[in-house]
């Protein structure tokens, strides 16, 4: 029994997302891009999405959500390290499930295949972001008893912010 096959049931399956799934997951990447209304920051391709999940050196992975076969959600997650916990951390970076398979049980099983993917590597943390307006991800959260981080804030460097820094003179 792999890790996942603890949150496959007869209705519901969490898969290791492969290659031929990468049409899939742009076509959800832009669902949910659509749904946080920045579809226009969608920059990646099926191409991209082949190389940067599913080449020999992946730094980030994939799942899939299927019911009776159809894919009806995704998740990346990646992993990151606590200096403090002396532990790598799983960070989900996106799930997307479908509108017509919300409240399914397929986002909770999601969350249950990643909880045991960071049980099997050991990982002292299991962390994400939700945008403050979307209030039924937040609830569903809260009803996982995840803690929502008040003491810190999220800051980000895009790409030509980037190259800007390094290419600074010092």
Known sequence: MTDLDKTTTPELQVRAAN??????ILQFITELAI???AE???LTSVEMIKHTLFSADVKAHALICERAGEAIGFAV????????????????EDLYITPDARRSGAGKAMFKALANIAVANNCGRFEWSVLDWNTHAITFYQALHAQEKTEWLGYRLTEPQIKALAEQAD
């Open 19 to 24: 290659v031929e799934d990468a049409a899939t």
């Open 77 to 92: 997650y990646f992993y990151n390290y606590s200096t403090w916990l002396g532990k790598y951390g799983l960070y989900l």
């Open 35 to 37: 749904f946080e209304k």
């Open 40 to 42: 226009n920051e969608v």
